[in-house]
């Protein structure tokens, strides 16, 4: 892992993935939600905002800790981003069931989800209600990547692959890349 | 093109492409820019939220006229995406060196951009300043997209190029699918 400057932790959303989101539980034991309804919003200051359901147990730990840390997981975790995306952690210890290890964050309580392919560690400055969402509006404060995996500061979807959400059941991922003439 | 129902349109948005955003400038000559931060935020009410610097042009004529179009370009667009993306409609007129056709919406003034994959008419709810961005949130009235490049309301990638931005010059887009073993 390499730190990445938080400024430009933004490209590690593009293409923009399906991410992992880790809440800490009464008793600092992680939870883990999926989410795909997540964007960067400004390089400088380095920010992120993410929709929610407000019935999440997640929301509720996030409003509690102010604080967050996004996992970018490539496709090997399929499997375990769709459980953590249709699971609640409310009455049972998803990290425990998805086997997740942890490993901890300098900046924040809440800990990062071993053998991800890069990290945002957030902190959240404010929500927007809409309708029965809220959309969480967090800083940046810390940042790390897989550095075999980047290549200036941009993914290498050679080797990197960053798992995508098209809807339902169903995933994939980007390999080709392709530039403007012009 | 099909019409959507709205309440179906945030797959229109996964995986998550880069956009052209459509607004009025005065006289209703159309303006358009390239943005990648914008992510479905919910789906009952649907809305949208998108981030964008408050110096940009576009930002002015959607402040003004309180709707704007996403438009979800193919791979076929990136030059145009690339131009729309770099240079400011304020002193050239950017429809036109981009050689784009318009489409007229039903519901809004502001029309589509002609042979785009799908569309998006929104109407501007709230703004969320943070830093020199503001995240627009904006709720989706209309939407429509290319009947021969939907399966169930998601794309099929073997025919639809959505494309992605990776970062500066590059740009990707999704082909394979994955699902779930359990």
Redesign the interface.
């Known amino acids: 892992m390499i730190e990445v400057d938080v400024e430009e932790a ?2 590690l959303l ?3 993935p399906v991410v992992l989101v880790v809440s800490l539980r009464e008793g600092d034991s992680p939870n883990v939600m999926a989410c ?7 390089e ?2 380095p ?1 992120i ?3 929610m359901w407000r019935e999440n147990y997640s929301y509720q730990l996030i409003m509690r800790n102010k604080e967050f840390t996004v996992n970018i997981p490539g ?1 090997e975790h ?2 375990q ?3 953590a995306g249709t699971r609640s952690g409310r009455k049972v210890d998803k990290a425990k069931i998805l086997g997740f290890k942890f490993i901890k964050s300098s900046k924040l309580k809440t800990p990062y989800i071993d053998g991800c392919l890069a990290y945002l560690g957030c902190r959240l ?2 929500t ?1 209600d ?4 809220s ?1 969480m ?1 967090a800083e940046i404060v810390e940042a790390k990547a897989r550095k075999d995996l980047l290549v200036r ?3 290498n ?1 050679k080797k990197a692959k960053v798992l ?19």
Chains 1, 2 share one sequence.
């Open positions: 933004y490209l593009h293409p923009r795909s309804w997540i964007t960067p919003v400004s400088e200051p920010y905002a993410l929709a496709c399929v499997n981003v769709w459980i400055d404010k927007v809409i309708g029965e969402i959309l509006i500061g941009k993914w979807l995508q959400h098209l809807g339902g059941k169903v995933f994939t991922y980007s390999e080709k890349t392709l530039w403007p003439s012009k």
